[in-house]
């Protein structure tokens, strides 16, 4: 079974510039979810969908940050302009939400790490 | 969201078995102890998770204390490849049967000597 897929792997830009990520999930999950990993800490959850609408973006800062999820498949997460803070790994996750289910695995894909100078 | 706290580090032999503490004084009885794990440049994955009993399956055992204030992840037999950083995580369950987001914090960074 294919794994969530992430592009690109790295990105380097300048302070101010645009950025793009892109995501695939895992065929037939539902459900995305895009977190930010700082350097020594946890991923922090930025958004979650479910298909195609949003379930929860009350950590997106989006003044800055946007993502979407056309057909409930793919999806993108854009930052603009960044700022130096925003060096991060930018992960992507899927899952299969079961209703009453404690499992509902999570599964990631391998991140892009984002460097802004 | 209830909170769990990890050594920051913890080191092991290569074959020998590692005993991963997690505190969650705060758990509420809908809170499953779910265990991820972060191989270098990886994203996380799963490892394990329970209620009150404890666990096993292929990876790792979960042990769980009465009063489930603690638990503690148990690597059998410690391989090179488990050096990772491991997050427990307490996920509620809701009565309406969705489940809580993943909330990580900065986990326990595991050291495995050849």
């Known amino acids: 079974e294919a794994g969530v897929a992430q592009s690109p792997r790295y990105k380097i830009i300048e302070k101010r510039q645009s950025v793009a990520f892109w995501c695939n999930p895992i065929?037939?999950?539902?459900?995305l979810y895009w977190y930010q990993q700082i350097l020594g800490q946890g991923p922090k959850l930025l958004i979650q969908f479910q298909n195609n609408g949003v379930v929860d973006d009350s950590q997106l800062p989006k003044d800055r940050f946007s993502a979407e999820r056309l057909k409930g498949v793919d999806s993108t997460l854009k930052i603009q302009p960044a700022k130096l803070e925003d060096s991060a790994v930018y992960l992507c996750?899927?899952?299969?939400?079961?209703?009453?289910?404690?499992?509902?695995?999570?599964?990631f894909g391998p991140g892009t790490r984002l460097t802004v100078l | 969201d209830a909170k769990t706290t990890q050594p920051n580090s913890m080191e092991s032999n290569e074959e020998e078995p590692v005993h991963l503490p997690c505190n969650h004084s705060?758990?509420?009885?809908?809170?499953?102890i779910h265990w991820y794990r972060q191989l270098p440049s990886q994203g996380p994955e799963y490892v394990i998770h329970g209620l009150t009993s404890n666990v096993n399956n292929r990876m790792a055992s979960l042990a769980i204390a009465e009063d489930r204030k603690s638990s503690t992840l148990i690597l059998h037999r410690a391989t090179l490849r488990d050096a990772a950083v491991y997050y427990c995580?307490?996920?509620?369950?809701?009565?309406?049967?969705?489940?809580?987001?993943?909330?990580f914090g900065k986990g326990t960074k595991l050291s495995v000597k050849p």
């Open positions: 065929s037939g999950h539902a459900t």
């Open positions: 996750a899927s899952s299969v939400e079961v209703a009453g289910s404690s499992y509902n695995e999570q599964f």
């Open positions: 705060t758990i509420s009885g809908t809170d499953y």
């Open positions: 995580i307490l996920r509620v369950l809701h009565y309406g049967g969705s489940q809580g987001n993943l909330i």
